[in-house]
T-cell receptor, first 114, second 111 residues
């Protein structure tokens, strides 16, 4: 068990809808990272937060947004969903930046858009 | 930007044999290279990592080697066991403060 908790485990929704994925990092970790894993794209970095502030952005669509709250949990909001957004969404956490401390991943949220 | 190439995409070995997975990277500023193991239905799990000031690191049956000049690093698993069957990902740090992952290697250990 990595200590990173993601909810829900599965999510099925229709095109055009909006969903929120939640992540609780390991105790003591200040950084949260979101990754998308699809069959043909591998693990794609979306966004990183450190202690409530956005630190780095990857290939995150404008329809997607995230935030990290004062208690350090994070939420990833996906809106105007398309079929191609179906994927596994992983959250990872670390004490500091990626060069300072290892990333620990949760077990993901599987999103299916129908 | 950072690009990490990984091969092979699939690897099948007999139990007890060794397995080697190779990765190359493009960003010469990268200095942290972890390896993750992902089992079905789970998130990637860190199994070993190496930093650029070290050429090799071992942890029991797992070892990683790094050639910073050639910009490649490899994962070596010796005395493979059926429970080693999984998808393995290499990764490298990037200037964007995130890990860039390789495309994964599906390792199957035949009993």
């Amino acid at each position: 068990d990595s200590g990173v908790t993601q909810t829900p485990k599965h999510l099925i929704t229709a095109t055009g809808q909006r969903v929120t994925l939640r992540c609780s990092p390991r105790s003591g970790d200040l950084s949260v990272y979101w990754y998308q894993q699809s069959l043909d794209q591998g693990l794609q970095f979306l966004i990183q937060y450190y202690n409530g502030e956005e630190r780095a952005k990857g290939n995150i669509l404008e329809r997607f947004s995230a935030q990290q709250f004062p208690d350090l949990h994070s939420e990833l909001n996906l809106s105007s969903l398309e079929l191609g957004d179906s994927a596994l969404y992983f959250c990872a956490s670390s004490v500091g930046g990626v060069r300072d401390s290892p990333l620990h991943f949760g077990n993901g949220t599987r999103l299916t858009v129908t | 930007g950072e690009n990490v190439e990984q091969h092979p995409s699939t690897l099948s070995v007999q139990e007890g044999d060794s397995a080697v997975i190779k990765c190359t990277y493009s960003d010469s500023a990268s200095n942290y290279f972890p390896w993750y193991k992902q089992e079905l239905g789970k998130g990637p799990q860190l199994i070993i990592d190496i930093r650029s000031n070290v050429g090799e690191k071992k942890d029991q049956r797992i070892a990683v080697t790094l050639n910073k000049t050639a910009k490649h690093f490899s994962l070596h698993i010796t005395e493979t066991q059926p429970e080693d069957s999984a998808v393995y990902f290499c990764a490298g740090d990037t200037g964007r403060r995130a890990l860039t992952f390789g495309s994964g290697t599906r390792l199957q250990v035949q009993p």
